[in-house]
């Protein structure tokens, strides 16, 4: 698979990076650095450090200095899925039981900002002043766009330019911005690290749109909990809006709710995934990546150039 | 009352950051704004911008720089509020319903990420790193204090150090930051801020002993909540701990939890207020109180020196 190979070229800096993570949530409370480290541990696939070291590559790629930037993206990252998962009510996280469900909302709470104080202190290392003002206008977005995604929910008259700007919001800011502050850090010039932001905005987009597809695609095996959860769960997503694009179809989706059991569910999917939707959501994604690609050929040359086409290229075809 | 004297002579940049407080919590989500501005109406001393202006007052006191500290050290105070009331399950603060009571834990824990981001906003308009390095470090340790309140809540076995280090997390810190951030906003020298941190410190330990004092001392109206509700949260402050070094009164007071109802509570408080304990919890807030009165001292003169002086009296004083 590509994207090891890719990752293998970074192994020495990823690890360090992987240590620090480790470092950054020791405290001395005890029950504090457990919570996180359950967390840590579950693992991920550390895609905004990867993006902050490759971006980074266009500039001066000082390791010392840019850890700090991939550090602090991959931790806002991280206590945002730690807050995230209570409002989830989300008992698993990448197979593993989420803080909320080991211990109860109010210690994730607390993990979660720590976590996210944690993240602060390692972008003091970062002297920019540009880079602190864009992070902050960034986080601000997405503690929008989480409360945005609340009230949003069940929301069946919502539009698709509602689901783009909240998907935004959601995952393509947080990349764009790890690929920006990489190439900030890295001392490029504005040219440069404002098409890297582009360049991570689409990807984001891309990206999640492929993850909301899959959730109606692929297997309960991969995905980890049951296909159309989030739809059950009264987030709607792209191909849940095309599908309701067809007035039969839109009847039987607006009747889902967090009761609708498991073969109404099955129904539910399998009707979606005749409409067409999916095949447009997937045009739709790949419209994104292309957009992705298109803004790389504009970079100079560089040999980050071809690892990230390479992530562009794994994140249209992955499968889960 | 004095204080109201000395908030008169700000009175024009306090309402500046007032003001500036509402447009703060301003987003295009109608919810999220709902919920931020009843925090802020439920008004508040706003103690630590009025520290931060008094503290610059000792470097070049320009109010459109200053403002950024006064808000974010405000607003980061805020949303700890948000967060404590999710932990405390408070139903009201400041006689105002919470946020967790009005809309749910969820929304709660929401708001206060993004009243901490909106800090976060303000303080990039500040571009010395010192203020930003200082700034999080503390950010940090509160949060730990946080979690660690929790762990030590009905943990009677606790000495006067672990009840000390948990007030310097959960006020003293905060107010100590918005002395040095003023002063290094207004670009004093080292010395100078290094002092005012010292004052904050001293000053923001004396008033949170004050308060643990208040919570046995006075009036359920005063309050607004019963008196000892501390303790019998299980939030073992000075006073308590004081009484429980006589071991009858420990015997009692360990019965505390939180099914104890308002007759026996009255049992134990009248049993710690006759017990020296309070007198005693006085003397050492005192003795803080005396020390950031000697730095201020050793600070050179200043129009803002007779203002602190004044505020650290009032502390002094306060009832309730």
């Known amino acids: 698979m590509k994207l090891k190979r890719l990752y293998s070229t970074f192994k020495y800096d990823l690890d360090l990076i992987e240590k620090e993570l480790e470092n950054a949530v020791c405290s001395n409370s005890t029950l504090l650095q457990n ?23 266009f500039g001066e790629y000082k390791i010392d200095t ?8 991959e931790l806002i990252h991280m206590a945002s899925l730690v807050h995230d998962d209570v ?42 002043p540009i880079a602190h003002k864009k992070l902050a206008k960034a986080i601000v977005e997405v503690c929008i766009g989480e409360m945005v995604q609340i009230q ?21 800011l947080l990349i764009a911005v790890s690929c920006e502050l990489g190439a900030i850090a890295g001392k490029t010039d504005e040219r440069i690290y404002r098409r890297l932001y582009k360049f991570g905005y689409y990807i984001g987009m891309s990206f999640q749109i492929t993850d909301d597809i899959l959730d109606f ?11 159309g ?26 009747k889902v709710n967090e009761d609708t059991n498991k073969e109404e569910m099955q ?9 067409g939707a999916i095949e447009k959501s ?16 504009e970079l100079p040359a560089n040999r980050a150039k071809r690892p990230l086409q390479e992530i562009a290229n794994y994140i249209g075809k992955r499968r889960h």
């Open 35 to 57: 919570a996180s480290l359950q967390l840590l541990k579950a693992g991920g696939k550390r895609i905004r450090p990867v993006f902050v070291l490759l971006s980074a590559q």
């Open 66 to 73: 840019i850890k700090n930037v991939a550090l602090a993206l």
């Open 87 to 128: 409002i989830d009510e989300a008992d698993t996280r990448r197979g593993r039981p989420t803080i909320n469900y080991t211990w109860d909302d109010r210690m994730a709470m607390y993990t979660g900002d720590f976590i996210f104080a944690r993240s602060l202190e390692y972008m003091t290392n970062i002297s920019n």
């Open 152 to 172: 949003d929910k069940f929301r069946f008259d919502q539009t698709i330019r509602d689901y783009l700007r909240r998907i935004k919001r959601k995952t393509a």
């Open 217 to 227: 695609t692929a297997t309960e095996k991969e995905l980890g909990k049951p296909a």
């Open 229 to 254: 959860e989030d739809l059950r769960q009264g987030n709607i997503t792209l191909p849940a809006l095309y599908a309701m694009q067809i007035p039969e179809l839109k009847a039987e989706i607006i």
């Open 267 to 275: 129904k539910i999917i399998h009707l979606i995934k005749h409409s």
């Open 282 to 297: 997937h045009l739709l994604s790949r419209r994104y990546l292309d957009k992705a690609l298109h803004i790389l050929q």
